[in-house]
């Protein structure tokens, strides 16, 4: 099946700062990528649509100035989550459809446990 | 509202002892039906992809099924390395997934 990888897998941080989470997709072009994020014994819950060479497309209830996406490349896809507090601290995961039709399979990357102290 | 709901939420099966996990849904104009693994602290791992009512499709010991209502995968003589989540996914405009049935085959 296509690859999709995510950086860093886990990463700690303090309160007020920012982090960068990667995802890539390695062996396809990805012009639309998923971001989601899935809190313990819970489903993974859509945060938004990442669209190359245009805006990202926020879920209600998702804060897209906290939330930042940026599809720089059919390849990467960035989300940053900026001034980051405790309840931020989440499982966050990506996914691509190697089609390049968002209703198609999607292939998920293996997450990136961000934990905010 | 469109919902995905899974049973059950867990279930422990001896090894060899085969079973069916549930996922039914009220979408419309439902556009396919996936199920994806999931070990703990990692991303889902695609399964199966289901796009109409009477499609089957077969992959080593498990076996999903699609209706107009629901799905099944069903699971054959199991082996303690399909404990799992199991998840379940539709796609109308955009994909939802249910909670997942957490799934340990005991040896």
């Known amino acids: 099946g296509a690859v999709v990888s995510q950086h860093p897998s886990r990463v700690i941080c303090k309160s007020g700062t920012s982090v960068k989470i990667e995802c890539r997709s390695l062996?396809?072009?990805?012009?639309?990528m998923f971001w989601y994020r899935q809190f313990p014994k819970q489903s993974l819950m859509l945060m938004a649509t990442?669209?190359?060479?245009?805006?990202?497309?926020?879920e209600q209830g998702v804060e897209k100035d906290k939330f930042l996406i940026n599809h720089a490349s059919l390849t990467l896809s960035t989300l940053t989550v900026t001034s980051a507090h405790p309840e931020d601290s989440s499982f966050y995961i990506c996914?691509?459809?190697?089609?390049?039709?968002?209703?198609?399979?999607?292939?998920f990357g293996p997450g990136t446990r961000l934990t905010v102290l | 509202e469109d919902q995905v709901t899974q049973s059950p939420e867990a279930l422990r099966l001896q090894e060899g002892e085969s079973s069916s996990l549930n996922c039914s849904y009220t979408v419309s104009g439902l556009r396919g039906l996936f199920w994806y693994r999931q070990d703990p602290g990692k991303g889902p791992e695609f399964l199966f992809t289901l796009y109409s009512a009477g499609e089957e499709k077969e992959k080593e010991r498990l076996k999903a099924t699609l209706t107009k209502k629901e799905s099944f995968l069903h699971i054959t003589a199991p082996k303690p390395e399909d404990s799992a989540t199991y998840l379940c996914a539709v796609m109308r405009d955009k994909i939802i997934f249910g909670k997942g049935t957490r799934l340990h085959i005991l040896p």
């Open positions: 062996d396809f072009q990805a012009t639309t």
């Open positions: 996914s691509a459809p190697p089609s390049g039709r968002a209703s198609d399979t999607q292939y």
């Open positions: 990442s669209n190359e060479g245009s805006k990202a497309t926020y």
